[in-house]
């Protein structure tokens, strides 16, 4: 069974250009997070969705960060304009959650961006 | 205060000894905990879930201490592959929060 896909898996672009990253779940996984992960830290949760609805967007710097799910499958995550401390890894993780409980997450493999 | 802090290490341990380390959270209201392993430039696998009765995995034993709120992640007669940056998830009320991750080398 194929896991989480990312891509691209790698990014650098020049500040204030905008840039876009692409996940599709695990097949049948209704719940897709995507989270920042600085160096040296942990994941930090952007967005997590429940089918195509945002049930937690909290994290999410709004004024230039945007994420759509459409059809409740895949995801892109969208920045612009972006700035140099944007520069991170970007995880998309999915579940299948059921009447509440927090099951695992799979973890794709990340986009890697540079922001010159 | 973060709501979930671990010790970011390095712990070097030789191959073969026995190694812990904590996370403790600050919300007594979290519900569920995990421990999840993220090796060099990979993503994050969980490892394993931390039950109130404790649980053991082979060589890796988790425990719950609700009173001082923290677990623990115990990892006897350590491997080579063992060394990776260990995450402590805590979940509450649909929230899932992430440690820094506590870095562990395996020396050979």
């Known amino acids: 069974e194929a896991g989480v896909v990312q891509s691209p898996r790698y990014k650098i672009i020049e500040k204030k250009q905008p840039v876009a990253f692409w996940c599709n779940p695990i097949?049948?996984?209704?719940?897709l997070y995507w989270y920042r992960q600085n160096l040296g830290q942990g994941p930090e949760l952007l967005i997590r969705y429940e089918n195509e609805e945002a049930v937690d967007d909290s994290q999410l710097p709004k004024d230039r960060f945007s994420a759509e799910r459409l059809k409740g499958v895949d995801s892109t995550l969208k920045i612009q304009p972006a700035e140099l401390g944007d520069s991170a890894v970007y995880l998309c993780?999915?579940?299948?959650?059921?009447?509440?409980?927090?099951?695992?997450?799979?973890f794709g493999p990340g986009t890697r961006l540079t922001v010159l | 205060r973060k709501e979930v802090e671990q010790d970011p290490g390095p712990f070097n341990v030789p191959e073969g000894a026995t190694v812990a380390f904590n996370c403790t959270y600050s919300?007594?209201?979290?519900?569920?905990f995990f421990w999840y392993r993220q090796d060099c430039r990979k993503e994050p696998k969980l490892l394993m879930s931390?039950?109130?009765s404790g649980n053991e995995d082979g060589r890796f034993t988790a425990q719950l201490n609700r009173a001082s709120q923290y677990i623990s992640l115990l990892i006897r007669d350590s491997k080579l592959s063992d060394s990776a940056t260990y995450l402590c998830v805590v979940n509450r009320d649909d929230k899932i929060i992430f440690g820094k991750g506590t870095r562990l080398h395996i020396l050979p």
């Open positions: 931390v039950y109130s």
């Open positions: 993780a999915s579940s299948l959650e059921q009447g509440g409980n927090y099951n695992e997450q799979f």
């Open positions: 919300n007594s209201a979290s519900q569920s």
């Open positions: 097949s049948g996984h209704n719940t």
